[in-house]
């Protein structure tokens, strides 16, 4: 039986990741799952999970060396699957320190207690020992042009201090392949969306916004493009990645779903109007006019898109969910779990929101 250390699992893509996982290998797999949560990790994301004997959780800090060498030390891990990070840019521009602190140094502290475990004294690794380390297309920068694309040879260009530091991230993990050996991969996928991700991201702010009757914040003119994966695609994709991909080897993920956000914004309107019933006083209040342009992002990357032409073609992963069918699927996911929103959205989160938007 394999066993997986992953981090961060208590987030969105992390959780999303622990529930694919398990419903792909059942109990063929061992998930130890370490996550300090903060404001973005939420035990109630993996709560059908929680009693599983082959699920671990483990509340610990990726910056913490003892406590992860720890976890090494008495868990025989197979797989790293490491998702722990500071996520937010808008959060990285008010307070980049705590995205080197957790983004740059704690996944050199991953990397060093994983090598610890598995180095032999040749220099060489343990047998079918495995490390992904899970980035960003932020990494690019940003396109301008349509029909121009990221690829894994586009050099970093990051704007945000968030993106510096998953690029950051990246080079410590390529400098542990090109100077160790190590097993890793890194993959750099796109802008997800699908269920249980944080109220600061568009599509979920959007969704309870609308449900609310609260006005939607587009940032500048609207026209910013991103690309956007089902996240369970996503989960697909790093598991793929890590069984068939090979050692040392980057892997952009995403593809050819490209979307302006006012495009997003005006899709979940008109979603939400169509699947609300006409007896539901909310359905009154979802319309356009809850469209407000505010001021743009600082430093505001224009366009993210993915060439995933090498995922495809070495390891046979392809986007599967259409946006059309992700979107329904995901506004349906926070209209059966308000109560799930209402925890997350109470205490620190209005204090976030009041910061953010006034
Ligand atoms: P998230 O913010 O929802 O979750 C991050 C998780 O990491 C939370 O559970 C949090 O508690 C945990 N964490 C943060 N600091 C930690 C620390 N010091 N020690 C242990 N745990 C810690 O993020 P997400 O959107 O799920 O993103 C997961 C990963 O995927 C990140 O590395 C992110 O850069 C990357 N990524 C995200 C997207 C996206 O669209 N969300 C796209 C591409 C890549
Ligand atoms: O591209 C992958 C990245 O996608 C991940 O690495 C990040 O962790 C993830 O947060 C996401 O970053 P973005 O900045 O692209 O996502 P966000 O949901 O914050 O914003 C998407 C777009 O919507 C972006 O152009 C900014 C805009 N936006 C966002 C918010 C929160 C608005 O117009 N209004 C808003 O209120």
């Known amino acids: 039986m394999r066993t997986y250390l992953v981090t961060g699992g208590s987030g969105f893509i992390g959780s999303?990741?622990?529930?694919?996982?398990?419903?792909?290998?059942?109990?063929?797999?061992?998930?130890?799952?370490?996550?300090?949560?903060?404001?973005?990790?939420?035990?109630?994301?993996?709560?059908?999970?929680?009693?599983?004997?082959?699920?671990?959780?483990?509340?610990?800090?990726?910056?913490?060396?003892?406590?992860?060498?720890?976890?090494?030390?008495?868990n025989e891990i197979?797989?790293?699957?490491?998702?722990?990070?500071?996520?937010?840019?808008?959060?990285?521009?008010?307070?980049?320190?705590?995205f080197v602190q957790t983004n740059v140094l704690g996944t050199l502290v991953?990397?060093?207690?994983?090598?610890?475990?598995?180095?032999?004294?040749?220099?060489?690794?343990?047998?079918?020992?495995?490390?992904?380390?899970?980035?960003?297309?932020?990494?690019?920068?940003?396109?301008?042009?349509?029909?121009?694309?990221?690829?894994?040879?586009?050099?970093?260009?990051?704007?945000?201090?968030?993106?510096?530091?998953?690029?950051?991230?990246?080079?410590?993990?390529?400098?542990?392949?090109?100077?160790?050996?190590?097993?890793?991969?890194?993959?750099?996928?796109?802008?997800n969306y699908g269920a249980y991700q944080f109220p600061e991201k568009l599509i979920p702010l959007i969704i309870n916004n609308t449900l609310q009757g609260k006005k939607l914040p587009v940032y500048g003119d609207?026209?910013?493009?991103?690309?956007?994966?089902?996240?369970?695609?996503?989960?697909?994709?790093?598991?793929?990645?890590?069984?068939?991909?090979r050692i040392g080897e980057k892997y952009n993920v995403?593809?050819?779903n490209e979307r302006q956000n006012i495009e997003i914004v005006k899709t979940i309107i008109h979603t939400?109007?169509?699947?609300?019933?006409?007896s539901d006083p909310r359905k009154a209040h979802v319309n356009e006019e809850l469209i407000t342009y505010v001021a743009d992002r600082k430093g505001h990357d224009r366009r993210y898109a993915i060439a995933p032409d090498k995922i495809r073609s070495e390891i046979g992963w392809e986007p599967e969910t259409k946006f059309e069918d992700g979107i329904k699927m995901t506004i349906k996911w926070y209209f059966e779990h308000q109560e799930w929103m209402q925890h997350v959205t109470s205490g620190a989160y209005q204090k976030y929101y009041e910061e953010m938007y006034r």
């Open 272 to 278: 939400i109007a169509e699947m609300l019933p006409d």
């Open 78 to 98: 197979d797989r790293v699957v490491h998702f722990a990070a500071e996520s937010h840019v808008d959060r990285s521009i008010r307070n980049p320190e705590v």
């Open 110 to 191: 991953m990397l060093n207690c994983a090598k610890k475990a598995w180095e032999l004294e040749d220099g060489s690794f343990r047998e079918g020992k495995r490390f992904l380390h899970v980035s960003t297309d932020e990494v690019y920068g940003s396109l301008e042009e349509e029909g121009t694309y990221f690829y894994e040879t586009t050099p970093y260009d990051p704007h945000s201090p968030y993106s510096a530091s998953k690029a950051s991230s990246d080079l410590v993990v390529k400098s542990y392949i090109d100077t160790y050996h190590f097993p890793a991969f890194i993959t750099n996928c796109s802008n």
């Open 222 to 245: 609207g026209k910013n493009v991103r690309d956007w994966l089902y996240v369970m695609d996503h989960a697909k994709a790093i598991d793929m990645v890590m069984e068939k991909g």
């Open 16 to 74: 999303n990741y622990i529930h694919y996982m398990f419903d792909r290998y059942k109990d063929e797999i061992r998930i130890i799952n370490v996550d300090v949560l903060t404001y973005a990790g939420n035990p109630e994301n993996l709560k059908d999970i929680e009693n599983n004997e082959n699920y671990t959780f483990i509340k610990a800090d990726i910056c913490d060396r003892d406590a992860i060498e720890e976890i090494f030390a008495k």
């Open 254 to 256: 995403g593809g050819h």
